[in-house]
């Protein structure tokens, strides 16, 4: 079958179609119009200014994504659109067209949350790299923090989340106070590289050795963990974001000018040895699950490796989508919206869209 599937639940405006035949995905066109450009004048995104900008492009990768598939409206068999979470005027635009679409074409549609698409990322890139069920997610992006046991496709159960900002968030925020432009995560992940070389003087095991190096040490740069103490999977990332501001200030005050790189590594790896410490927990409490690791923070190179270590270690399977496909896109939703329709959860002009999650916290 042949679904057509979009996203616009942020500062990306996606349509893809993606082919599935006996469970296989095949992406044949998968456009992203980015905003990034234009937010990136006012430092993050601006809600009103994304959904106009979505409203613009909408029509027009919506051609193109056929076109370069090579099918027309006819060939479609199921219409796919983000409807939560996100920034509400954003999604409506997404929810609207995809509602048109479905209704004048007399195409069956479905809802997908996009989050659950972000996991459904690991199925676009080959049977081989497909996750067994259960398994165990963590999905990080600029709104998200959270660890999901996924009983079945459609069966998510969040079981580790950030009490307050989440992990991209806090990239960008921090990235922006040090000077890396929105959204700072790609460049802070450089950044942090050069950080961490500098401080072990190795350009291959720079991560392992990190913790015995002089600049670890270094009281003065010292950050808090964003992993919450005891048993829960949760996290805090605005108590590391504050103290990074604190800290930053103090440098500020003094007339210090602070090493930016080494600062960079400090705040990375706090922040990714929190997500190893949960994600190894959530392994713990359930031995043998595949992890799937989602969303754009998915991207972060030093944490890709620092779960490689954590799955290996554990005897279980780590799956990455390549970074093309961590970011927000159409594809990820279509994989979804395939398991969704499977599921039996179709949708019809009523549909709405939400800016909350739909996965509760057990
Ligand atoms: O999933 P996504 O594209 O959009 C949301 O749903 O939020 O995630 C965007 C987030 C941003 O916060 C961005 O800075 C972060 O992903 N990001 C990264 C990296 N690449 C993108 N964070 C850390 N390291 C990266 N390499
Ligand atoms: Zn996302």
Do not use: W
Request: proline content about 3%; overall charge negative.
């Amino acid at each position: 079958m042949n679904i057509l599937a979009f996203e616009s639940s942020c500062d990306e405006t996606s349509a893809a179609v993606v082919a599935v035949e006996n469970e296989s995905f095949t992406v044949k066109s998968n456009i992203i119009a980015s905003q990034i450009e234009t937010h990136r004048l006012y430092g993050g995104v601006v809600p009103e200014i994304a959904s106009r900008a979505h409203t613009e492009a909408i029509s027009r990768i919506t051609y193109e994504a056929l076109e370069v598939a090579g099918v027309t409206l006819s060939q479609i068999d199921l219409i796919a659109v983000t409807a939560n979470p996100g920034l509400i005027g954003a999604l409506l635009v997404g929810v609207n067209f995809a509602k048109g679409l479905a209704a004048a074409n007399g195409i069956p549609l479905v809802a997908v949350d996009h989050i659950k698409g972000h996991v459904s990322s690991s199925y676009l890139s080959g049977e081989e790299n497909a996750p067994g069920l259960p398994f165990l997610a963590f999905a990080a992006s600029g709104g998200h923090t959270a660890i999901y046991k996924v009983e079945s496709h459609t069966d998510f159960k969040l079981i580790g989340t950030t009490r307050d900002d989440a992990i991209g968030e806090s990239f960008d925020k921090i990235g922006r106070i040090i000077g890396i432009p929105y959204p700072a995560g790609r460049g802070f992940d450089a950044l942090a590289r050069e950080g961490f070389i500098k401080a072990t003087g190795d350009e291959v095991n720079f991560y392992a050795k990190y913790k015995k190096s002089e600049a670890y040490k270094d009281k003065e740069m010292a950050l808090p963990s964003p992993a919450l103490s005891g048993e829960t999977l949760d996290f805090s990332f605005s108590g590391l974001k504050t103290a990074a501001i604190n800290l930053l200030h103090r440098y500020e005050q003094a007339g210090r000018e602070i090493d930016r790189a080494l600062f960079a590594a400090r705040y990375t790896y706090e922040a990714v040895e929190a997500v190893a410490k949960k994600i190894k927990m959530a392994l713990d409490e359930h031995p043998g699950c595949d992890v799937v690791v989602a969303g754009g923070v998915a991207a972060n190179s030093h944490l890709r490796a620092r779960l490689a270590e954590i799955a290996r270690v554990a005897g279980v399977r780590l799956l990455l989508p390549p970074v093309s496909l961590c970011g927000d896109n159409a594809a990820m939703i279509a994989a979804q919206g395939y398991f969704e329709f499977m599921a039996g959860n179709l949708s019809d002009s009523s549909l709405n869209a939400s800016a909350l999650d739909s996965i509760e916290h057990i």
